[in-house]
């Protein structure tokens, strides 16, 4: 295999050549297709982006340059179309606007300035046709914080509003480039003494092209919210050319050109914003739940992706959060919207709750966990909610609503009971949960939760009992037995403030419940979820 890689490293110069020849004739027409005769690809939302580098005319007799489009009489009047690009930053610093090159760049940036992975990207959107290309680093200033801030609220739109999104998932980061990094599927060939000779076609297994076709960058977390929002991408990895669009999925190799429909999920997502959108002003309380069920299936999707910075938790899903807010009229909080609680408190991640070590939300939401992994959603058409939210609200780091926060908090009414950890094996991260009883001896085993270091072996803790599922097996039901589904919870210093440690499901009668003693605390209390 290296010795294979090796070997075709001196083809790279005609390979950058046949993508973009493929790009000019395949991609051209894919476009073209998707701008005139699909229906759901043209649903895209106008938008102009406060900046947008100028690639030039299609011959590179021009360099790109930085433009303000508010001072350049560009407008959606005149049908603005623009590309976007999902890329890696990786390790190496970028080609990027600062304030002290801001009128350097307005006047031209030199091509050899820019990395490869831009570079390709200006070739792109000038093989396909367009004059724009919106690029982070090159659109937003990076020493400014407030236009940071404020442009990165608009990713969204951004992304939204583009023509066509160009994936570079063939590259690792921005010295890479995409273009180039071919691995042919065909090759000439010479049989032994040198009397003849063809052309031996290489075919991936199902596996094989699987993977290849997913890419490096469906792992990050910003991409996720770039491929959902735009309508069409396209997207180059290491053996082919992929478009997918609201309507269809087409491969473009060196041997054949593959139509298919994409995957399922792979449409969902992209249809994701004409679901949004297609609710209307009064929008009834079933459709609330659609696309709240559409949401947590997003964010299990999203935790599995990568981040570079725990912080961006929320900024690179702030795009999304946005547009189901401006469909809906929900109320954001850090994650998790006000309408879908207390359900949107029944998540669970693998190894319970391993905290970020970086603040990024409260407690009580998804975002506090460390990422990436993929946690669940265990929800039951059964489930009987028992606790009352009385109150909710988040405090905003900047001006962004859907961004980051610095605190939150969820003030709540239901039923709580006194407990306590307990070690089950010193060389273990687990610990036992219980529930305490009467001359605070040890009642009813809740189940083990993973330790997080934080908290002391026998510390107290409560559970909040947050719902109840009535279980369909007849055994159970002739024992009276419920699925309880409890917040586990440690106390803070001031009276009646929680943060959520985990949570735990378990099988109970009514009975082990009611008879654990209450110390402290009546039946129904009010509590507040801060953290």
């Not at 091509?111 to 093989?127: P, Y």
């Not at 919106?134 to 992304?159: A, K, N, P």
Request: hydrophobic share 35%; proline share 4%.
């Amino acid at each position: 295999m290296v010795q294979y890689r090796m070997a075709i490293s001196s083809q790279q110069d005609d390979a950058f050549d046949s993508v973009l020849a493929s790009t000019i004739t395949n991609g051209r027409r894919w476009l073209k297709e998707c701008m005139t005769t699909h229906v759901e690809c043209r649903m895209r939302n106008r938008f102009v982006p406060t900046r947008l580098i100028d690639v030039g005319p299609p011959d590179g007799s021009e360099n790109p340059r930085l433009l303000d489009t508010g001072q350049s009489g560009i407008s959606n009047d005149v049908g603005l179309v623009y590309a976007t690009p999902s890329h890696c930053w990786g390790q190496i610093e970028h080609t990027a606007t600062h304030t002290d090159t801001l009128g350097k760049y307005r006047a031209g940036i030199a091509f050899s300035e820019l990395n490869r992975t831009f570079q390709d990207a200006v070739l792109v959107t000038r093989a396909l046709g367009l004059r724009y290309v919106w690029i982070d680093s090159l659109c937003i200033i990076q020493d400014s914080t407030s236009d940071w801030q404020r442009e990165s609220s608009l990713m969204g739109s951004v992304y939204g509003g583009g023509a066509i999104n160009i994936v570079a998932d063939a590259a690792e980061d921005g010295d890479q480039g995409f273009l180039s990094k071919r691995i042919p599927s065909c090759f000439p060939y010479t049989l032994p003494g040198g009397k003849s000779h063809g052309v031996l076609h290489m075919k991936a297994s199902k596996r094989e092209r699987w993977v290849k076709y997913m890419g490096n960058l469906r792992r990050r977390a910003w991409v996720l919210q770039e491929y959902a929002l735009s309508a069409c991408s396209i997207r180059y990895n290491t053996n082919s050319i992929i478009w997918e669009c609201r309507c269809g999925c087409y491969f473009d190799s060196e041997v054949v050109c593959e139509e298919n429909q994409p995957r399922r999920d792979t449409r969902a997502l992209k249809n994701l914003p004409l679901q949004v959108n297609s609710l209307s002003p009064s929008v009834p309380a079933s459709k609330i739940s659609e696309v709240m069920a559409v949401w947590r299936n997003l964010v299990i999707d999203y935790s599995t992706k990568e981040l570079t910075f725990e912080r961006d938790v929320l900024p690179a899903l702030s795009g999304l959060a946005s547009l189901v807010h401006t469909a809906t009229g929900a109320h954001y909080l850090a994650g998790v919207w006000k309408c879908d609680l207390p359900a949107a408190l029944k998540w669970v991640p693998p190894f319970q709750d391993r905290r970020s070590t970086t603040y990024v939300a409260p407690t009580w939401s998804w975002a506090s966990c460390k990422r990436p992994w993929q946690f669940s959603y265990p929800l039951s058409s059964t489930d009987q909610f028992k606790i009352k939210v009385l109150d909710a609200g988040i405090t905003l780091v900047e001006d962004n609503p859907f961004g980051r926060v610095s605190d939150g908090f969820i003030k709540l009414e239901g039923l709580i009971h006194k407990g306590f950890f307990k070690s089950s094996n010193p060389h273990s991260s687990e610990m036992e949960v219980t529930l305490e009883q009467t001359g605070g001896r040890a009642g009813r085993f809740i189940g083990y939760v993973e330790y997080d270091g934080k908290i002391d072996t026998l510390t107290p803790v409560w559970c909040l009992q947050l719902c109840v599922q009535s279980s369909e097996d007849s055994t159970m039901q002739r024992d009276n037995l419920h699925y309880y589904g409890l917040l586990i919870l440690v106390k803070d210093e001031r009276e009646n403030v929680f943060r959520r440690f985990a949570y735990k499901s378990c099988y109970m009668t009514e009975t082990d419940w009611d008879t654990a003693k209450k110390r402290d605390y009546n039946n129904q209390v009010k509590i507040h979820l801060y953290f």
